[in-house]
T-cell receptor, first 109, second 114 residues
Framework: GQNIDQPTEMTATEGAIVQINCTYQ??????LFWYQQHAGEAPTFLSY????GLEEKGRFSSFLSRSKGYSYLLLKELQMKDSASYLC??????????FGPGTRLSVLP | NAGVTQTPKFQVLKTGQSMTLQCAQD?????MSWYRQDPGMGLRLIHY???????DQGEVPNGYNVSRSTTEDFPLRLLSAAPSQTSVYFC?????????????FGPGTRLTVT
């Protein structure tokens, strides 16, 4: 079977750093994706990891450890507009995504 | 490029009615998929297609049909709507091949079944 776990909700302060964790158990592994979804909108792509290590993209970084079935998304210099849900998704064989339940992040002033 | 488009944006159905949710993409993507999103459950795959004429079931296919007669279009049909199908439906598309590719999502259809 396939299982992906994320914290349900997180709260952080504007200007701070927050780390959103994702653990997964899947049959096969072809890559891990992070998406951002604002309330009432479609998910939008943030990052992709297929090899172990850190991928950095501006204020956002994503880390992957395949042996531990673990990833995190790191958001630096938080802004109010970062208040959204963050979705972790894993591809096993082929192109099908399996999504986690999402983490709702609230950024407070 | 319009990307991935979906119609309608909102729909209210009565139990037992049927309807088709439309999805189209103009990026020449081989792979297309339909998800439903319910509170606390994340996005769940309903059906997917890896090219024209090829479709397959995802995690939650019951009550839904799909077809893929062209690369661009991937409609989702609800055969006999039930209240359990009240959800937000997203269509997505991506390249297909060795490796994994980001999926591009449409704006969603918010469906209520009474």
């Amino acid at each position: 079977g396939q299982n992906i776990d994320q914290p349900t909700e997180m709260t952080a302060t504007e200007g701070a750093i927050v780390q959103i964790n994702c653990t997964y158990q899947t049959s096969g592994f072809n890559g891990l994706f992070w998406y951002q979804q604002h309330a009432g909108e479609a998910p939008t792509f943030l990052s992709y990891n297929v090899l172990d290590g850190l991928e950095e993209k501006g204020r956002f970084s994503s880390f992957l450890s395949r042996s531990k079935g673990y990833s995190y998304l790191l958001l630096k210099e938080l802004q109010m507009k970062d208040s959204a849900s963050y979705l972790c998704a894993v591809t096993g064989y082929g192109q099908n995504f399996v999504f986690g339940p999402g983490t709702r992040l609230s950024v407070l002033p | 490029n319009a990307g991935v488009t979906q119609t309608p944006k909102f729909q209210v159905l009565k139990t037992g009615q049927s309807m088709t949710l439309q999805c189209a993409q103009d990026m020449n993507h081989e792979y297309m998929s339909w998800y439903r999103q319910d509170p606390g459950m994340g996005l769940r795959l309903i059906h997917y297609s890896v090219g024209a004429g090829i479709t397959d079931q995802g995690e939650v296919p019951n009550g839904y049909n799909v077809s893929r007669s062209t690369t661009e279009d991937f409609p989702l049909r609800l055969l006999s709507a039930a209240p359990s199908q009240t959800s937000v439906y997203f269509c997505a598309s991506s390249y297909s091949g060795q490796g994994a590719y980001e999926q591009y999502f449409g704006p969603g259809t918010r469906l209520t079944v009474t």
